[in-house]
Every structure is written in structure tokens, then in C-alpha cells.
């Protein structure tokens, strides 16, 4: 029988192994509560998991006869009163959920000073466990996420973020009708509406599966859980999550700045409308990913549909599609786009379509169809597409950028904000906000290419105060950032991106000097306190 594991609060230190024994149904001569009975109705039968923030405990509510599970802080712990809390903050936030896929709290009481809490009895297997035991059929997995996702929908509805999503932190168990359940654990570090942030450079999660908005303290909200849910995705279709484990310092590097191998390059076979959502789930920007876990209830939903429609022979994919006039290249053009892994697609009326694997291919692109003809007009963007025979290529992405394309003045290469949030911070300062594309269905906003070298002056003009760099983007939106977690092009400029529109912004930050020793440290490494053992 399995219940929860204890969550994790990283302060830079290399993850703790969880301690394994003793297991459920032993007795340790040492141990205070095996045996008593606790406020007069929940007995304690026997020891199921011990951690480093408590035990929990197999139980019996004398009462009811109900077979219940009970967590206990340590002594070492129970004196400190920020973990008390912590306790009682878990215990608050899974009450306030009535969910079928959220294991429920059942009492929160003292026994001699000693606060406890008793939970629901998950009888299950973790999904790590799952994950260990081998591949997963790629829609099983999905049904799993779901099925989280859809728990973390009715928290994010209430204003709580869980902050700690990952496999350990889900049990899988089947019913009585055969059927795959899952239930969602440990809301112990969980963000409630109204919260303050806890404090600079202290991280809270396990470091496989936090965001990147957690790794620089900015805000998180439901939008940082789905991210985590998207690693637990990722771990469920390849049996790792997208960075692996490991080191702590690079996983925050990767977070911050690599880019995610779609989980079908690691497992062929998996359809392509999941790839594209771990993708959109692992966006680097939040406003990038579904705003919560109820969106991506609604996206595993939408991909099934399309799923059972999808007869006609036709493979779905995932990524960037260029758009251009037919004719302003010819046969020039798979000359300059196939050494860029470009695949150019057949007509489509009066233009052409290219698919590519990464936005930078594609800007690389563009740049070089734009130096061939100088009035050339090129749009791109990123999201489904779908292959056809002989070479068609259709879709969402490809219907936006042929609209796109259609509003380009000559010379002009447009990129939609999807394509945008893809490319590295260097290739990101070469465009700008250009306005905002309304269809029936959805508002894109579409930036345009100014340049094929980044403009070294800085746009944007800000201020360092303790550690702090503040500013206030084009669009009008403040914004802070902590310097050391910004790329860094020289010791005054810094690149930041707005949480409002998402643009990528150069800022200078006015009165410092180039000796300021804290913009000689490291990135990351002296802000979150990192240990690399």
C-alpha cells in the first residue's frame, strides 16, 4: 500500500533521497505513535513512509472504522513554526477542494501540542513507480494528465497552485469497474490567493519540474503547475522528464534557455497533436502555455476528437511553417531553405509554404530569402500542421500565416507570437511588436522583423535597486526582473521579457558601473545559491 511522498522545499541543495524504510506494517521500537490512539478516534496502526518533512502513517478512525492516512510532522520540525504552518496551509488547501481526483482531508487536529492531519487512504501505485516499471501507451499516459489536470482545474478555480506537480505527487489506483484513477497529493507548498511570495532565493519544488518564472522568483500562478505538468507528461511518454534529473545548476539553465526535443523524436509513433501540446505546456513564456489545468482538460479533449475524425491520410505534426508569394524564388527557394531543414510544401494558390523544425530555422530563412529579393513578403508561424499527399501542407499554423501574409507590405517578414516565444534571446531582438491579428476563433498578436543585426542601443531605460532591475515596457507595462537571472550582452544591458505583451526588451540600467560586482557574478548561480555536487 502506497500513499504520499513529502514534498520538497529547495533551497539549492541537492534533492534528498526519500528515506524507504521502514515499511507499511513495521513497528519500530523507537517510534512514538504506533499503537496510541490519537485524540481518542484515529489509531495509529503502523509506519508507511518516513521523509525528510514527516511520517505518514497508516491509521483507523475508531469511529467510522475507516481505514484513513495520518501525517505527522517530526519533532525536529514540529518546533519550527513556519512548517507548522505549512502543515496547516496543506491541510486548508486540499479541505477547500472537493474533487474526485484530489485525495481529501478528513480532520486537522492536536494530540499533546502535536499537530496532525488525516487524509483520505490512496490505495495505489504512484506515477514515478509507474514510470519505472516501463513505456506507457502514449493515450493511456494522456488519460493520466487528464485526469490531473482536470484536479489542478478545480484548485486553480479556487486560487491555489499546487507548485510541486509531479509523478510522485499523483497515485494511480483502478476501480471497481476496472477503470484507471488518479488522485492528486501534497498540497503542502501549494500558493493560496493572497499569499506572499516567499522570500529571494529561496525556491520552492523539485528542481526536474519548475518553471522558469519559479528559478527568478517571479509570479507564479496556474500557468507554473501546468509547465509542471507538462514535464510529468513528457516523463510518462519517454521515461524521463524534458531536462532529466540530476545537478540542479544546469537543469536551471536548461529551464531558462533550452528548448525541449519533442518526446516523439525520443518515442516515434507518439501523435503529433500531443507533441504539440507538451510543447505549448513547456513554453518558456506563461502566456505561451493553456492558462490552466481546466485549458488543457480542453486541448486533451479537442486532440482525442480530432483523433477519431481523423481518417483521411494526413500526418499531423507540430512546428514552424513559412509563408511567401509563389514565384519570388522558384526553384531558388529549396536551394536556400533544404540546408536549413526546410521542407517546402507544394502551392497553395498564389504562395508557397515551407515547414521547419525551430523558429530560428526559419528567421534563419527568411533572412536569406529577404537578401535574395529585398521586397519580398514572408510570414511565419508555429502550432499544428498537417502533412498531405503530395506535399500539401494544412492546418492551423498554416492558415495563420497565409493571412498573415496577406496583411505583409512588401519587404516586410511578419512572425506570430508563437513563433516568437520559440527563438533564443539573440534572435528575439530582432523583432518587434507589430499589432494584433483577429480571426473568428482567437486574437494573435504578430511582431515583424526589424533587422538582420539586433540594434546594439538599448530601447528601454531602467533602474538596479537592491538587486532589482525595474522598468516599464513599450506596451506600458511595468516589469522587474533580477539581473543575474537575464542574459547579459555587456555589464549595463540586459535582456528582459515584458510578462505583459511578451516582447524581448534590451534594458539599460541607468547609473551603474561596469565594476558593480554583481553584475560580474555567474548567471543564476549566485542568486539562487546552487550547490552542483
Known sequence: MVVEMLPTVWTGQPEAEPVTEPRAGSQPFDDPYVGKTLVERYHVDALIGRGGMGC??????????????????????????????????????????????????IDLDEHDGQLFMVMELVDGVPLDELIARGPIDPWRAVELVRQIASALGAAHAEGIVHRDVKPSNAIASITRDGAEHVKVIDFG?????????????????????LAPEQLTNDVVDSRTDVYALGCTLYELLTGAPPFGHGATVPLVTKHLHQEPIPPSTIRPGIPAAIDLLVL??????????????????????????????????????????????????????RCLVEPLDGAVARVVGEHELVHFATAEQALRAALAIRAEVPTARIAISHGELELGTSAGLFGPAANLALRMLQLAPPGVVLLAAEAVWRLD????LMVQRH????????????????????????KIRGSVTAGVLAYRCACGAPGVAHPHSTTTPSTHDFVVRCAACAALLRVRASGTAATDPALELPAFDSVLRLDDD
Request: no cysteine; glycine share 8%.
Open 56 to 105: 505518514v502513517y497508516l491509521g483507523t478512525h475508531t469511529r467510522l472504522e475507516r481505514r484513513v492516512a495520518i501525517k505527522v510532522l517530526p519533532p525536529s520540525l514540529a518546533a519550527q513554526p513556519a512548517m507548522v504552518a505549512r502543515l496547516r496551509r496543506e491541510a486548508q488547501a486540499a479541505a477547500r477542494l472537493v474533487h474526485p481526483n484530489v485525495a481529501s482531508t
Open 189 to 209: 507548498i501549494a500558493h493560496l490567493r493572497g499569499d506572499q511570495l516567499p522570500a529571494h532565493g529561496k525556491i520552492m519544488g523539485t528542481p526536474a519540474y
Open 280 to 333: 505549448d505546456m513547456l513554453a518558456k513564456v506563461p502566456a505561451a502555455r493553456p492558462r490552466d489545468g481546466l485549458e488543457v482538460v480542453k486541448r486533451i479533449d479537442r486532440a482525442r476528437r480530432g483523433l477519431a475524425r481523423g481518417s483521411h491520410p494526413m500526418l499531423r505534426i507540430a512546428g514552424l511553417v513559412l509563408a511567401l508569394d509563389a514565384e519570388v524564388l522558384g526553384d531558388r527557394l
Open 425 to 428: 534571446a539573440a534572435s528575439g
Open 435 to 458: 499589432g494584433e491579428l483577429r480571426t473568428p476563433h482567437a486574437v494573435h498578436v504578430v511582431y515583424r522583423l526589424r533587422g538582420a543585426v539586433p540594434d546594439p542601443s538599448p
